[in-house]
């Protein structure tokens, strides 16, 4: 595979196929846990390990499964990663699995899993597939804390609280308080802020979408009079 | 032509045992790896939360373990046996940790842990998880603000059954701006807690105190 091919895959994964901006994939732990950026950034860590481990070992035993069982087989791969993860959260990083809860096995029913599994790993070799599940889980990774930083910041006036939940004691004074005696807008915390935060992500993301396209068809343009001048 | 597909679904199913086997494997492997760290992970997280209530150099006993059982009680708000965590210094006992659901929050049961010293007076309360509102009905936790410490040291007499509600109600405890019916919850289960105690002290604190 050419260097080109990775680009492609990669600016699929963070941008123009973003799971959560284009896709619409994994909303409810999306939605759920981007209360603040580290919730967010510990899901999204998450589901990114869970995409790579998944598109390797599909793109791995690609040619031995029949197609008529190859979604069971899937499932069944998913589904064994997934808890292996939920396991060893619950060993090592025990505080933050408290706070992401049920969310964690949740992880299994994230289409975008299965999705990338079916339509990229299944056909492509094992190293694209890797890379391909690392940066669909980035950009998911990307759009989980940047909600979760803007619910924070708005919703409770800090960044980065809690920090020690995923860094352990070194982080506990990470914490980034924006606005001082700032008590909280509860809108942006509770379930509608996680809404309209989204909302407002993939408008933006279409604005510069829009904007780029516009640009192009301009370069386009003044090449085109260039050549008849 | 018929062999051929009974072949061909043998192959298809033994493809997806195998699979099936590899799974269970790899969890099995791992639950096996972690068990261990899991359960002691359980007994640290526990351990800590006891330690808020009560400070290591009040008891010198292994607290986690010194445990009995209690039959389902209303005022404890289990439906179901509960478990009582016993603390002592020189084989006495000092205090009696409980676990406690206050039932009529907000949303969901609140479980707590209350510790009452062998005097009737509390020796603190902690919230061990809840689902109230965010920015709300949060304040009972510590992380939030210092309302669930207003309970130490208070008994039945300090202050009398009267006093035992949120202000609202004529009491003494404070209520959140926005959230009554949390704390409401909270001050109900704590004195219901007190109530226990008082009514079952002597099985409490004699009978079971040997060890």
Redesign the interface.
Same mark, same amino acid.
């Given at each position: 595979m050419s260097n080109a091919d990775y680009n492609e895959i990669s600016k699929n994964g963070l941008w123009t196929n973003n799971v959560a901006l284009v896709q619409l994939l994994g909303l409810c732990p999306l939605l759920a846990v981007t209360g603040t950026v580290i919730n967010g950034l510990g899901l999204g860590v998450a589901t990114l390990l869970t995409l790579v481990l998944s598109n390797s070992s599909v793109s791995l035993i690609r040619h031995w499964v029949r197609p008529e069982v190859r979604v069971p087989v899937f499932v069944l791969i998913i589904a064994s990663i997934v808890t292996t993860i939920e396991l060893s959260m619950n060993a090592w990083f025990h505080d933050l699995y408290n706070v992401l809860g049920i969310f964690i096995p949740l992880i299994v029913t994230n289409c975008s899993i299965l999705a990338r599994a079916e339509a990229f790993a299944s056909k492509n070799k094992v190293l694209p597939s890797m890379i391909d599940g690392f940066m669909m889980g980035l950009g998911f990774t990307a759009v989980l804390v940047l909600l979760g930083g803007m619910r924070e910041l708005v919703g409770r006036g800090t960044l980065l609280a809690d920090a020690h939940l995923m860094f352990g004691e070194v982080a506990r004074n990470w914490t980034l308080v924006i606005f001082d005696d700032y008590t909280g807008l509860l809108l942006a915390i509770l379930p509608p802020g996680a809404f309209i935060g989204l909302g407002l992500i993939i408008a933006g993301k279409n604005i510069i979408d829009k904007r780029l396209s516009k640009r192009q068809a301009q370069a386009v343009q003044n090449t085109g009079q260039e050549a008849i001048a | 032509m018929m062999m051929n597909k009974g072949k061909q679904i043998f192959?298809?199913g033994l493809?997806?045992m195998l699979?099936?086997i590899?799974?269970?494997a790899?969890?099995a492997l791992?639950?096996e +790896?972690?068990a261990a760290?899991?359960a002691e992970?359980?007994r640290?997280?526990m351990l800590r939360s006891l330690n808020q209530i009560l400070p290591a150099e009040r008891y010198d006993n292994e607290l986690i373990d010194d445990t009995i059982t209690l039959a389902a009680d209303e005022r404890l708000g289990h439906a179901e046996q509960s478990t009582a965590y016993i603390a002592r210094k020189n084989n006495q006992v000092v205090a009696i940790i409980f676990s406690v659901f206050a039932t009529d929050g907000y949303s969901g049961i609140i479980k707590l842990l209350v510790g009452i010293n062998t005097d009737g007076t509390l020796a603190g309360v902690r919230v061990v998880s809840h689902k109230e509102?965010? +920015?709300?009905g949060d304040a009972i936790e510590t992380k939030r603000s210092d309302w669930v410490l207003g309970f130490n040291h208070k008994s039945l007499q300090d202050p009398d059954s009267s006093g035992w509600h949120v202000k609202r109600d004529g009491g003494i405890f404070d209520q959140f701006s926005g959230a009554t019916i949390t704390p409401r919850a909270v001050v109900k289960a704590v004195h219901h807690s007190l109530l226990y105690f008082a009514s079952h002290k002597k099985d409490l604190t004699g009978s079971v105190s040997h060890e």
């Amino acid at each position: 595979m050419s260097n080109a091919d990775y680009n492609e895959i990669s600016k699929n994964g963070l941008w123009t196929n973003n799971v959560a901006l284009v896709q619409l994939l994994g909303l409810c732990p999306l939605l759920a846990v981007t209360g603040t950026v580290i919730n967010g950034l510990g899901l999204g860590v998450a589901t990114l390990l869970t995409l790579v481990l998944s598109n390797s070992s599909v793109s791995l035993i690609r040619h031995w499964v029949r197609p008529e069982v190859r979604v069971p087989v899937f499932v069944l791969i998913i589904a064994s990663i997934v808890t292996t993860i939920e396991l060893s959260m619950n060993a090592w990083f025990h505080d933050l699995y408290n706070v992401l809860g049920i969310f964690i096995p949740l992880i299994v029913t994230n289409c975008s899993i299965l999705a990338r599994a079916e339509a990229f790993a299944s056909k492509n070799k094992v190293l694209p597939s890797m890379i391909d599940g690392f940066m669909m889980g980035l950009g998911f990774t990307a759009v989980l804390v940047l909600l979760g930083g803007m619910r924070e910041l708005v919703g409770r006036g800090t960044l980065l609280a809690d920090a020690h939940l995923m860094f352990g004691e070194v982080a506990r004074n990470w914490t980034l308080v924006i606005f001082d005696d700032y008590t909280g807008l509860l809108l942006a915390i509770l379930p509608p802020g996680a809404f309209i935060g989204l909302g407002l992500i993939i408008a933006g993301k279409n604005i510069i979408d829009k904007r780029l396209s516009k640009r192009q068809a301009q370069a386009v343009q003044n090449t085109g009079q260039e050549a008849i001048a | 032509m018929m062999m051929n597909k009974g072949k061909q679904i043998f192959v298809t199913g033994l493809i997806l045992m195998l699979f099936a086997i590899a799974g269970a494997a790899m969890v099995a492997l791992t639950y096996e +790896g972690t068990a261990a760290q899991i359960a002691e992970n359980e007994r640290h997280a526990m351990l800590r939360s006891l330690n808020q209530i009560l400070p290591a150099e009040r008891y010198d006993n292994e607290l986690i373990d010194d445990t009995i059982t209690l039959a389902a009680d209303e005022r404890l708000g289990h439906a179901e046996q509960s478990t009582a965590y016993i603390a002592r210094k020189n084989n006495q006992v000092v205090a009696i940790i409980f676990s406690v659901f206050a039932t009529d929050g907000y949303s969901g049961i609140i479980k707590l842990l209350v510790g009452i010293n062998t005097d009737g007076t509390l020796a603190g309360v902690r919230v061990v998880s809840h689902k109230e509102t965010p +920015g709300l009905g949060d304040a009972i936790e510590t992380k939030r603000s210092d309302w669930v410490l207003g309970f130490n040291h208070k008994s039945l007499q300090d202050p009398d059954s009267s006093g035992w509600h949120v202000k609202r109600d004529g009491g003494i405890f404070d209520q959140f701006s926005g959230a009554t019916i949390t704390p409401r919850a909270v001050v109900k289960a704590v004195h219901h807690s007190l109530l226990y105690f008082a009514s079952h002290k002597k099985d409490l604190t004699g009978s079971v105190s040997h060890e």
